[in-house]
């Protein structure tokens, strides 16, 4: 080799070593963020002797990137639903506490059963009312809290909607700019850790799939086949509270729907599930339990009139045939057997529709309305307590069904969430930075750049030796 080419072979891995101490700085000081993946440099014998730099590799794995954002995907469906209905079971508190419904379905029973052995003690009476309006006010505390998961549900919704169609479109413009740099070069590395990231967010919010095309650039799918993102065109998310259809452009994608495209994965479909699935369930099965105690007292009530309210109202009137939605947020007790409002207790021994006072001892009304507590009630089989059953049954098994969703949806989301971190601790090791690795790289970089230095040095001086002798 000659001195000049042993001088541009030094200064060649000189510079190459200089790129290649920057990019190991720069992994070390990305350690821990968790969006960044490591960066080695790509070199190449010259000819001639020395290196060429040809470019910066970024370390990925597509497989692991998929996977984890799958598993991502369950999890943050499970986090949406488990959180919703976490808040509202606390409300409804647990079956066997003192303040849920069948305990106090229990003793509004008691109580009237206490009552039919003296009618005419108005105590008794006393504790009879106290107990109906503890139990419609327990009602209508859970349909409020049901109606609170409604308004948390739609509030996710309305976020994640903003949250996935920002992302859709950063990954648009990041495609555009990826087309424009060059491959290999720190600014297509970091371009493709900025749409990664983009990725990993739109991933949380609906299941994706994504694949790159020739150019680099990621076309987007949701796991059901939808375009998301296709190089530079982005169908955006939308939602139409009032029929329950999520659109993506112009295309039905709305999850659990038959032969729709979307994904039924992700934050997104676990806020729709709530809003379409599980709150009007559960608001079916507490409308359920107001509407049998409100036609159960009317109907034992041998006082009332047609059209008259018994003890048990919806809103102050007697139930209607076609009653709206809700029913469990408007039961009230009937303001005629309520003192405090100007009523008579004794209607509740002699019946809402007595016109005049019964016999003191007359406890045949108190034990048509106990009759109604041992006698088989008809319910919409859609509450999935079957066709007939008594109320205390009823209402134990609503309630504990309700419990049940909640459970379920804790004990599958503590199973993605340990699942989506095993793919992460996995993805990391593939992608991340390892400091011990980085720092023995540091120390390679500076034996290799000594070592040019002195081979550079060594060349200088016998040309520097060579001129002297001139």
Known sequence: MSIISAILSSRSGLLANSAKAEIVSGNIANSQNENYSRRALLTASAVGGGVNVMGINRAMDYTMDGLYRTESAYAAKQTAIASALSVYSAQLGAIDSESSLPNLMSKFQNQ??????????????????????????????????????????????????????????????????????????ATYANLQDRRAAELDKLGQVIQIEVRYDGDGRANV?????????????????????????????????????????????????????????????????????????????????????????????????????TYATGLAGRIRVNAAADPGQGGDLTLIRDGLGAVTPGATSDNTQVLAFLNFFSSSVAFDPQAGQGTS????????????????????????????????????????????????????????????????????????????????LV
């Open 112 to 185: 009237l059963g206490l009552m039919s052995n003296d009618p005419g003690d108005s105590s008794l009476q006393q504790e009879v009312l106290l107990a109906a309006k503890a139990l419609t006010a327990s009602l209508r505390s859970a349909n409020s809290a049901l109606a609170q998961v409604s308004k948390t549900a739609l509030k996710g919704v309305e976020t994640d909607l903003e949250t996935a169609n920002a992302a859709m479109k950063e990954i648009a413009r990041i495609n555009a700019d990826i087309g424009k740099s060059v491959p290999g070069s």
């Open 221 to 321: 799918h949701s796991a059901g086949g939808q375009p998301l993102v296709i190089a530079g065109l982005v169908n955006e998310l939308s939602f139409d509270r009032s029929t329950g259809t999520l659109m993506s452009g112009t295309d039905d994608i709305t999850p659990g729907s038959a032969g729709r495209r979307g994904a039924d994965q992700g934050s997104l479909a676990g806020y729709i599930e709530l809003l379409n699935t599980t709150v009007p369930q559960q608001q079916l099965e507490l409308d359920e339990i107001a509407r049998a105690l409100i036609e159960g007292f009317e109907g034992s009530d041998a006082s009332l009139t047609p059209g008259q309210a018994g003890l048990f109202t919806d809103n102050g009137s007697a139930l209607s045939a």
């Open 389 to 468: 059953t008594t109320m205390m049954d009823f209402t134990n098994g609503i309630i504990a069904q309700q419990h049940a969703r909640r459970v379920a949806s804790e004990s599958s989301l503590s199973a993605y969430t340990a699942s989506a971190e095993t793919y992460r601790a996995a993805r990391l090791n593939a992608n991340g930075v390892n400091i011990d690795t980085e720092l023995q790289n540091l120390q390679l970089v500076e034996q290799a750049y000594n070592a040019n230095s002195q081979a550079l040095k060594i060349a200088t001086e016998m040309i520097d030796t060579l001129l002297n």
